[in-house]
């Protein structure tokens, strides 16, 4: 079947500018996440989403970060006001559950590299 | 100092070799234990995973944990060039869902 799937795959933009980047996860999937991984640097959590509960938006680096997730499905990570700093790849995941999983396996997008400049 | 170290390499090894892989880590209520492949530009795909102490074996693929030591080890026999990859460690305390990724190991296998 259909892995993850990610939108768009390279993204370059202007300094200022707002981002939308987008994150098809698994059909079926109830929890979503989103990641940033930076050169050099782990997987950086940004938020999770867990059926209709609440998001954990405990990762997200400032108030110029968003995200939603809209019918348990698809989402969208926004970023307003853009800065080089954000320059990174942002990757998206899905699992079947929460925290009662066991493995919890996260499948991950291919991601979307976004250059600020 | 980061909850997970790792490091970066990278790592060239020959054909064949055996190549170890390691992270520690700082937290003792990590209890699930993962190793993550990733490929230039893709997204990491789950190569093995531990819960709690011991040994798993998986093909080519031998996943260790110590948790008195706090240590985690993949293990990968007969290399093969196929296996040039960056490699994450991450784990999780039980009953959350929040992992922590180590920053990868660059590994290349020389043909």
């Known amino acids: 079947g259909a892995g993850v799937s990610q939108s768009p795959s390279n993204k370059v933009t202007e300094k200022g500018k707002d981002v939308e980047l987008r994150c098809d996860p698994i059909?079926?999937?109830?929890?979503l996440y989103w990641y940033r991984q930076s050169l050099g640097q782990g997987l950086e959590f940004l938020i999770y989403f867990q059926g209709n509960s609440a998001p954990d938006k405990s990762g997200l680096p400032s108030d110029r970060f968003s995200a939603e997730r809209t019918g348990g499905s698809v989402s969208t990570l926004t970023i307003q006001r853009t800065q080089q700093e954000d320059s990174a790849v942002y990757l998206c995941?899905?699992?079947?559950?929460?925290?009662?999983?066991?493995?919890?396996?996260?499948?991950f997008g291919p991601g979307t590299r976004l250059t600020v400049l | 100092q980061k909850e997970v170290e790792q490091d970066p390499g990278p790592l060239s090894v020959p054909e064949g070799a055996i190549v170890s892989l390691n992270c520690t880590y700082s937290n003792s209520a990590f209890q699930y234990f993962m190793w993550y492949r990733q490929y230039s530009r893709k997204g990491p795909e789950l190569l093995m995973y531990t819960y709690s102490s011991g040994n798993k074996e998986d093909g080519r693929f031998t996943a260790q944990v110590d948790k008195s030591s706090k240590y985690i080890s993949l293990f990968i026999r007969d290399s093969q060039p196929s296996d040039s990859a960056t490699y994450l460690c991450a784990m999780r305390p039980s009953g959350t869902y929040k992992y922590i990724f180590g920053t990868g190991t660059r590994l290349k296998v020389l043909a």
């Open positions: 059909s079926g999937h109830t929890a």
């Open positions: 995941a899905s699992s079947l559950g929460g925290a009662g999983f066991s493995t919890n396996e996260q499948f």
